[in-house]
Each structure stands twice: as C-alpha cells, then as structure tokens.
Antibody, heavy 123, light 113 residues
C-alpha cells in the first residue's frame, strides 16, 4: 500500500533551519510528482510547490521562494523540504502529498498524504 | 489565481440526516476537452492529514463510502453526505486543479447536532 512517512516534530529558534523528510513506499517513486502543503495552526491548506521526481526540478508557489527548498534522494524514495532563516510565522504543519495531474493543461490534486510534520519556531 | 469560496463555514447536522457543503470557484474550472470539472474534495479529521474523497467533481476515490457524493459544474459545486455518521465529523475542503497554483477553499466544519 502507498505510504508517505514524514519525519518528526521540530522545535527551532528564529533564524535556524529545518529539513523535513518524506519517505515514500508502495509505488514507483519517480512516477508521481511530490507536492508540499502548509497548514498554519487552526488554518486551511496552502500549496507550497512541487518537485519533479524524475528530473529533480522544483517549482515553488509565490510566497515560498528563496527560503523554501525542495529536494530528493531517489535512491531512498525520499523527498525533502528545507526551510532556512525560520520565522515565527513559519510555525505550521507541513505535509508532503503525492500529486495526480490528470490533464496536460491543469495541475495536481493529491491522492496520498504524509502524516504531517509540525515545525514550531519559538525563541 | 483561482479563488475557492466555501459555504457555510460550519454546520451541525443530526445523525442520519443530510449535510450539504457548497464550493464556488472564481472562474470556470471545466476542462472542455473531457467535459469534466477539475475539482476535488477532501476530508480532514482532527490531528490527521487530509484524505481525498472525490475528484473530477463527482468521482469517488476508491474505498470512499457512497454516502459521499459530489455534483456541480463550471463554478458551482456541492459535496453531499446523504446520511451523516459520527465518523464524518471533520473539516471538508474543496480544491481546484484547473490551473497553477492549485487552491483550496477555506474549509467547512461538520459537527453533530
């Protein structure tokens, strides 16, 4: 069965960096894009971007450029999200989500999700 | 960006009764080549990740109970839970995948009356 297993919760100080991992199993990792979605405390869902698991080419949404970096290690079927220069308002649950793109002109919906990683930024 | 607007923000329904959630997109999300709508619905229970319920506005994901149904076209969509069960208490989100960036509605919280 398809599983996305994320790394555990993190508590970081402002200005630090964090790297969240997402290990996929139960399917061919390079057949599906990996997306990242943020959910701030008590808030809705916000798409951060995606990474092409064949080429490693990342695409970030507006507002998630610069400090947010998506990467891969295909040898272990794992995607990563690194956030640098952390701020208090980066406090959120970060999800990886497998993307399905059913049309050439459209974008992704998300059929499997990781369990989420809570990143708390506090001094 | 396509803006997705859900209503109501919350609703309380008695067990066994119907729950109806609305979602409106700021522009049409109809994929003309297939006459299908690029819309998904998700269920998020407390402390859990979202779960895909429906895609193409009305196609249930494998394993989703048939009390969940989706309808609508163009800009106006509905998720219906035909007979609310206790395990359906959750926040429900719609999401368009018509154009980048994919965007979500603000969510509708469903509770038991």
């Amino acid at each position: 069965q398809v599983q996305l297993v994320q790394s555990g919760s993190e508590l970081k100080k402002p200005g630090a960096s964090v790297k969240v991992s997402c290990k996929a199993s139960g399917y061919t990792f390079t057949n599906y894009a990996m997306n990242w979605v943020r959910q701030a405390p008590g808030q809705g869902l916000e798409w951060m971007g995606w990474i092409n698991t064949n080429t490693g080419n990342p695409t970030s949404a507006q507002g998630f450029t610069g400090r947010f970096v998506f990467s891969l290690d295909t040898s272990v079927s794992t995607a990563y999200l690194r956030i640098s220069s952390l701020k208090a308002d980066d406090t959120a649950v970060y999800y990886c989500a497998r993307g399905r793109r059913p049309t050439l002109t459209g974008t992704y919906y998300f059929d499997y999700w990781g369990q989420g990683t809570l990143v708390t930024v506090s001094s | 960006d396509i803006v997705m607007t859900q209503s109501p923000e919350s609703l309380a329904v008695s067990l066994g009764e119907r729950a109806t959630i609305n979602c409106q997109s700021s522009q049409s999300i109809l994929y003309s080549s297939s006459n299908k709508n690029n819309l998904g619905w998700y269920q998020q229970k407390p402390g859990q990740p979202p779960k895909l319920l429906i895609y193409w506005a009305s196609t249930r994901e494998s394993g989703v109970p048939d009390r969940f149904s989706g309808s609508g076209s163009g800009t106006d969509f509905t998720l219906t839970i035909s007979s609310l069960q206790a395990e359906d208490v959750a926040v429900y989100y719609c999401q368009q995948y018509h154009s980048t960036p994919p965007t979500f509605g603000g969510g509708t919280k469903v509770e038991i009356k």
